[in-house]
């Protein structure tokens, strides 16, 4: 996997010296990159000789002179050049061995790279972290990391992770602590295996490292109906008795999950500190509700317009308080809030994240409105693409609607602007 520039940067270093998507860097003053980690730390200097491949295979030596921290405007294909380092777990709860076969083939890959935490935010469980990865996490001072803790029981974690690496978990982040690595901690909460006394047991044994752990978060196990474990889902008893233990701890925080299933209300922003585990459902309700609070609305548009906001269910009450409210305070605007329902994957996976094309097309079909809004994160990331492999235009042809696509999946400023164009 060498270093292949996917993009340049407008006004950018590399955009003056030419180079092109499609390019290889294939080294920085001699020295080959493993990563963008090492890219990072290589261009941080006055003086730098670029070796670059061409895409009709021509080798270009460049000289360059910037200031010190100036970025060369390189963004590349994959944040690591060698072997991604692969998971070596059999987790009772892995989404990847939940999927069915035809999907694409990134869905099945399984990576658990110390890399890809530091640079993307991704979860570790540190089964297979070794000596040398430990070396340099040291000598580069590196972190902080997202670790997938899930139980510190040794024997536990062993059994739900079915790896006999994985009962070191203590002995790995006690090492983080000496050596001032911070980390986030994940737990999936499984009910039957490290919910209650086990959780309790795993918070308090975090609570134990201190400044070291910035923040843990706690989400429910998504069972689908490809799931062949004996594995439930967290119900209401479970999420109550959850948010009973957290709260007796400092800097955890549940998913939104977890109170929507006790029928609680969504705490305010000062319980996620600095929402630290956004991505993993952690406050993004809330950050989405707060968000529309502070926005401007205009007061009417110029014609009738009939919106569709297609949603997961798990956020459908959010998304309902505020289309509710738009429609109050904006002439001609009406919204029709469109849960969408999973047959794909079965009905108890409620994320947006994993809905896909056939599911929204049949959400949407019979609803009126010309215009559907959904969320970025139904998409993979920079593409129209669905998990199932189906795109956009595939939607819009069986539905004969127009899509909003909103980048930020946090706030819906996007379609506030495009409110004014109506």
């Known amino acids: 996997m060498p270093a292949i520039v996917n993009k340049v940067l407008e006004n950018s270093i ?47 030596v460049i000289e360059i002179e910037k200031d010190f921290d100036e970025d060369l405007g390189i963004v590349f294909e994959s944040a690591v050049f060698d072997r991604v380092k692969p998971c070596l777990n059999k987790c009772i709860f892995c989404f990847v061995d939940q999927q069915p076969k035809g999907l694409r083939d990134t869905l099945y890959i399984k990576d658990d790279d110390y890399r890809l935490s530091y640079l993307q935010g991704t979860y570790i469980t540190l089964t297979n972290l070794n000596e040398k990865d430990k070396e340099r996490i040291k000598r580069m001072r590196l972190g902080p990391f997202y670790v997938s803790v899930h139980t510190t029981n040794p024997e536990l974690r062993v059994k739900m992770l079915r790896n006999p690496n994985a009962g070191k978990i203590m002995e790995n982040l006690l090492w983080f602590r000496k050596n001032k690595i911070p980390f986030h901690a994940q737990i999936v909460l499984c009910p039957g295996y490290n919910d209650g006394q086990e959780l309790e047991r795993t918070l308090t044994d975090l609570a134990s490292l201190k400044t070291t752990v910035l923040s843990t978060a706690i989400v429910p196990v998504g069972v689908t109906q490809f799931r062949q474990e004996n594995l439930v889902q967290v119900d209401e008893k479970v999420a109550k008795e959850t948010i009973a233990i957290a709260s007796k701890f400092k800097k955890v925080c549940l998913s939104d999950e977890f109170f929507l299933l006790a029928g609680e209300k969504i705490p305010p922003a000062s319980y996620y500190g600095s929402f630290s585990q956004l991505e993993d459902g952690v406050g993004s309700l809330r950050m989405l509700i707060d968000d529309y609070k502070g926005l401007t609305l205009p007061k009417s548009l110029s014609k009738p317009v009939k919106f569709i906001f297609a949603t997961s269910f798990a956020a459908k009450d959010a998304i309902k308080y505020i289309a509710e409210d738009l429609c109050k305070k904006i002439k001609n605007l009406t919204i029709e809030v469109v849960p969408v329902k999973s047959d794909y994957w079965g009905r108890n996976i409620t994320v947006a994240g994993l809905i896909t094309s056939d599911d929204l097309i049949s959400a949407v079909s019979a609803a009126s409105g010309d215009i559907v809004v959904i969320p970025s994160v139904m998409l993979r990331p920079y593409s129209e693409d669905f998990l199932d492999g189906s795109n956009l235009d595939y939607v819009k042809n069986k539905t004969g609607k127009s899509f909003v696509v909103l980048k930020n999946n946090y706030s819906i400023k996007e379609f506030i602007d495009k409110l004014y164009d109506f």
Do not use: H, Q, R
């Open 14 to 60: 590399a955009e003056e010296l030419e180079i092109m998507p499609g390019d290889e860097i294939v080294s920085i003053d001699e020295a080959v990159m493993a990563d963008m980690i090492d890219y990072n730390f290589m261009c941080k200097a006055y003086f730098l000789t670029l070796e670059v491949k061409k895409t009709d295979g021509e080798i270009e």
